[in-house]
């Protein structure tokens, strides 16, 4: 962890999810609002059909409520999109931009993610960058390199603690059960570290950096306890509330 930053854990509910699977939001919020989920600040983020239903069920409670994906302008003509500001509007707080998934099979460029995210801040939420190399590239000895030019070209300008999170999520552990060692998060982080704090000098220090990547109750304390390690980005175990809540008990 890093000094006097608060933890996050969000949950990324991906292409995952009907209105019944509220009741494990609900559960996760009783939980949350019952001081029995750590320190931590928790938030989910379900497909944008569950938003508004979402926030209904969290309304007034202290779970918070993300997005997974935004465009670039506020309005227009762009059938089956949607703006920062109507997943504002329908109660969300963050929104992730940049997953890798958006960035293989939509072949979203830094720039693209850069303009997601600048348009997030814009309308009011707080962006959580995601950057991670492939299997190749981690072989080839250029993941940092790699993690390197995907922040400094998905960055916004102006970012700070309050409206920028930052996802490592190396593309290889992402829903294949493999993580890398605690050493190699660990290296990156503290790399990721270093680079925030080039972009955006003091305040890059305090801005919270997550780990994602096949996150589990079993693997959550040993990985959420490495310096610069400031929370998790969570899958596919943050479908169900006592999966997400045991990752989340690992700050307790």
Request: proline share 5%; aromatic share 4%.
């Amino acid at each position: 962890m890093t000094p006097d930053v608060r933890p996050f854990v969000a949950g990324n509910w991906k292409m995952n999810g009907l209105s019944a699977s509220l009741v494990e939001l609900e559960a996760m919020r009783r939980a949350v609002d019952a001081g029995e989920a750590g320190p931590a600040e928790l938030a989910v983020c379900p497909p944008a059909t569950l938003l508004a239903q979402a926030a209904w069920k969290l309304k007034g409670g202290k779970l918070a409520l993300g997005a997974q994906d935004c465009h670039t302008e506020a309005s227009g003509a762009f059938t089956g999109d949607i703006s920062a500001p109507m997943l504002k509007d329908a109660g969300a707080s963050y929104v992730i931009v940049g997953h890798s998934e958006r960035r293989t099979l939509h072949h979203e460029t830094d720039a693209l993610v850069r303009a997601k995210a600048e348009a997030a801040l814009k309308a009011g939420l707080t962006a959580i960058v995601c950057v991670g190399e492939t299997r190749d590239e981690r072989e080839a000895g250029d993941a940092i390199v790699v993690v390197t030019r995907q922040l400094l070209g998905s960055m916004p300008p102006g970012g700070a603690p309050e409206t920028v999170v930052v996802a490592y999520e190396p593309v290889w552990a992402i829903g294949t059960g493999l993580t890398p060692t605690p050493a190699d998060v660990a290296e990156m982080h503290k790399a990721i570290r270093g680079l925030l704090g080039e972009i955006y000098a003091a305040s890059g220090t305090k801005i919270r950096i997550l780990y994602g990547g096949s996150v589990k109750p079993a693997n959550a304390r040993e990985l959420l306890g490495l310096d610069n390690v400031d929370g998790a980005l969570v899958g596919g175990a943050s479908l169900k509330a006592v999966d997400f809540l045991a990752i989340a008990a690992a700050y307790a």
